[in-house]
T-cell receptor
Framework: AQSVTQPDIHITVSEGASLELRCNYS??????LFWYVQSPGQGLQLLLK??????LVQGIKGFEAEFKRSQSSFNLRKPSVHWSDAAEYFC???????????FGAGTRLTVKP | NAGVTQTPKFQVLKTGQSMTLQCAQD?????MYWYRQDPGMGLRLIYY???????DKGEVPNGYNVSRLNKREFSLRLESAAPSQTSVYFC????????????FGSGTRLTVV
């Protein structure tokens, strides 16, 4: 079965600094990959998704992610972090036609003024 | 606003009590899901309904039952609550399968004492 690892439980960055959140997956074929964001007390919101094609995916709120098959990674990036980006971020992997999407444990982002 | 609505938002139960969590979506989505979120474990799939009239077990179905009442509504029932079911429960939906990324409700925080 597929699995997802987010190595960083908590990351702190200064406002205006760049951000990279790591995600590694384990799956035998080309997976479907997703990043979600969860603000405190809220449900998850889809940031971006990768199915196939261009390995650099653009999402909402200025985020992007790059699929690297050789490294089994799908890292999330943002060039300049805003205080409103403070939230928890989840990477998820799924299989076409299989209703068993697996989520990582999440990375909590703190933004310093 | 279109989306996924969950009720209640908060609930405290005593061990052995039963309750039903309600979920409704107004986006005409075919597929609906119930997840639980626990600290350090991400989200885990409890049950899903790929389409009206069908339900299937996910990763952690024990202690739960579901009903797809119609295309809009998908309820989760705890017949005899246990402290291990203390969690935040999220309902989600997708147009079909999960390829398009989930739309999540805002969650139900359940405490079993």
């Amino acid at each position: 079965a597929q699995s997802v690892t987010q190595p960083d439980i908590h990351i702190t960055v200064s406002e205006g600094a760049s951000l990279e959140l790591r995600c590694n997956y384990s799956y035998g074929a080309t997976p479907y990959l997703f990043w979600y964001v969860q603000s405190p007390g809220q449900g998850l919101q889809l940031l971006l998704k990768y199915f196939s094609g261009d390995t650099l995916v653009q999402g909402i709120k200025g985020f992007e992610a790059e699929f690297k098959r050789s490294q089994s990674s799908f890292n999330l990036r943002k060039p300049s972090v805003h205080w409103s980006d403070a939230a928890e971020y989840f990477c998820a992997v799924g299989t076409p036609g299989n209703n068993d999407m697996r989520f990582g444990a999440g990375t909590r982002l703190t933004v310093k003024p | 606003n279109a989306g996924v609505t969950q009720t209640p938002k908060f609930q405290v139960l005593k061990t052995g009590q039963s309750m039903t969590l309600q979920c409704a979506q107004d986006m005409n989505h075919n597929s609906m899901y119930w997840y639980r979120q626990d600290p350090g474990m991400g989200l885990r799939l409890i049950y899903y309904s790929a389409s009206e009239g069908t339900t299937d077990k996910g990763e952690v179905p024990n202690g739960y039952n579901v009903s797809r009442l119609n295309k809009r509504e998908f309820s989760l029932r705890l017949e005899s609550a246990a402290p291990s079911q203390t969690s935040v429960y999220f309902c989600a939906s997708t147009p079909t399968d999960w390829d398009y990324g989930y739309t999540f409700g805002s969650g139900t925080r359940l405490t079993v004492v």
